[in-house]
């Protein structure tokens, strides 16, 4: 498990140095604000009427990206044009989905995307999503490179701790565990 952890946070900061090079942010720029990672382990039993039940409800995450293992069952969905599409599994691969805060940071260049998960009739489902977020004291804003004449903030800056807590979006606030 150590290094599962540990190898992810090397994919992450080198999926957000990318993403960072992408935007046209100064190098490192993630680098120090992204020291928190929570990882949430999830199991899905089967479901005798998946029509009736979600395995998780309808959803955006809070973090700048997460990471999530869904080993090869089928069961994520995004919401895009109007409807709920299957993002499906693919051997050895993870999905990457951009969190809120990465949104209001590129200024609403990458968009978060509201997702859900499906229960499965008769199979089981584990998955390992590792959350890349904000440190407590981090400013979340759009970032200034971004913002011009043309370009207006189209989020208002707050500390993602007051986020956290006015929010409730992970339950009451607690320190991370270094
Ligand atoms: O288990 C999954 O497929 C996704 C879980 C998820 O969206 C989450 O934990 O935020
Ligand atoms: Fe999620």
Aim: net charge negative; charged share 20%.
């Amino acid at each position: 498990m150590a290094t599962y952890v540990q190898e992810i946070r090397r994919l992450s900061w080198r999926i957000l140095e990318l993403i960072c090079e992408g935007l046209g942010l100064e190098k490192g720029f993630f680098e120090e604000i992204s020291q928190v990672q929570f990882l949430s382990a999830s199991n899905y039993p089967a479901c005798p009427d998946p029509s009736v039940t979600l395995g998780v409800l309808k959803h955006f995450d809070h973090s700048f990206i997460t990471i999530l293992f869904q080993g090869n069952v089928d069961g994520l969905q995004v919401f895009h044009d109007g409807k709920w599409i299957g993002v499906g599994v693919l051997p050895n691969a993870f999905v990457v989905n951009i969190g809120t805060q990465l949104e209001i940071m590129s200024n609403g260049k990458l968009r978060s995307a509201e997702h859900r998960v499906m229960t499965n009739l008769d199979e089981e489902r584990l998955t390992i999503a590792t959350f890349i977020n904000p440190s407590p004291n981090c400013i979340v804003e759009p970032a200034k490179v971004l913002i011009n004449e043309s370009n207006p903030p189209l989020y208002d800056s707050f500390m993602f701790k007051d986020f956290v807590v006015s929010s409730k979006a992970f339950g009451p606030y607690t320190e991370p565990i270094n």
